[in-house]
């Protein structure tokens, strides 16, 4: 089933993301903000600072509609998704998991059963997988890493079926 939303409820739901980020801890935000999404700078076109800020906005708009979901991991597995790149493209997914899981500043805000979920998430946010994601967040960073935020409220379909 396709559901379209209206313009009006676009607009809504832009305004509840922004709530809902506003609901991250100051701290977090500074430190991914100032520690994580500058190494995107160095990365090819398609995947510098652009496109991560992309995907974390993209991001923060399906954990919306998904009200079970954590909006700190949200935006930190986003933010992590592609930083192995910095190594290698290939398997770059499994080293973004690996830098994630590595990095001793996010126990400041996360468990270790978060982070291992987290980087979970970021393993399994690549197109080319041939498995599905294995939690929501995975989906999550998956769509918003492949659409953009407009088409995805339009026909959220995608998610559904990766949750199946």
Known sequence: MCVMYTDSFFLYLCQENENRKNMLPQTLKTYIETA???RYEHFDKAHNLSHVQTVMEE????????PETNPQMVYTIAAYHDLGLCKERETHHIISGEILM???QLRNWFTEEEILTMKEAVEDHRASNKQKPRTIYGCIV???DLAGVADLLKDNTSVYACIL
Do not use: R, T
């Open 36 to 38: 994580i999404i500058p």
């Open 142 to 144: 998956a769509e918003a």
């Open 102 to 104: 590595a990095d001793k």
């Open 59 to 66: 991001s923060m708009a399906l954990c919306k509609l998904y």
